[in-house]
Nanobody, 127 residues
Framework: QVQLQESGPGLVKPSQTLSLTCTVSGGSITTNYYQWSWIRQPPGKGLEWMGAIAYSGSTYYSPSLKSRTSISRDTSRNQFTLQLSSVISEDTAVYYC???????????????????WGQGTQVTVSS
């Protein structure tokens, strides 16, 4: 089965850029129809979808975070990355990568949901 694993620094200073990598095994990030997403969960809060990159390379971002968020991929390594710039203390959270399954029936998009998750990685924003 497909496995996802987050990696990156666990501590980021305010105003700096948070960078995380999700390494995927057991499946290709270029296989249709999947999106590869980042989700975070601040302490005591719910899950927040941040954005995703589709199998095609198209990217999608949460409106509340799009100005600070960049998602990219390295197909040769079967990895995708998250960069969140200008971080503040409220960006402290557990960050997850996850796969979204969907199908496209001649332009009709049906989302099936998240079918695979990484274990999550704690990122703390602190000076």
């Amino acid at each position: 089965q497909v496995q996802l694993q987050e990696s990156g620094p666990g501590l980021v200073k305010p105003s700096q850029t948070l960078s995380l990598t999700c390494t995927v095994s057991g499946g290709s990030i270029t296989t249709n129809y999947y999106q590869w997403s980042w989700i975070r969960q601040p302490p005591g809060k719910g899950l927040e979808w941040m954005g995703a990159i589709a199998y095609s390379g198209s990217t999608y971002y949460s409106p509340s975070l799009k100005s600070r968020t960049s998602i990219s991929r390295d197909t040769s390594r079967n990895q995708f990355t998250l960069q969140l710039s200008s971080v503040i203390s409220e960006d402290t959270a557990v960050y997850y990568c996850a796969r979204i399954s969907y199908y496209n029936n001649y332009g009709s998009i049906i989302f099936l949901g998240y079918d695979s998750w990484g274990q999550g990685t704690q990122v703390t924003v602190s000076s």
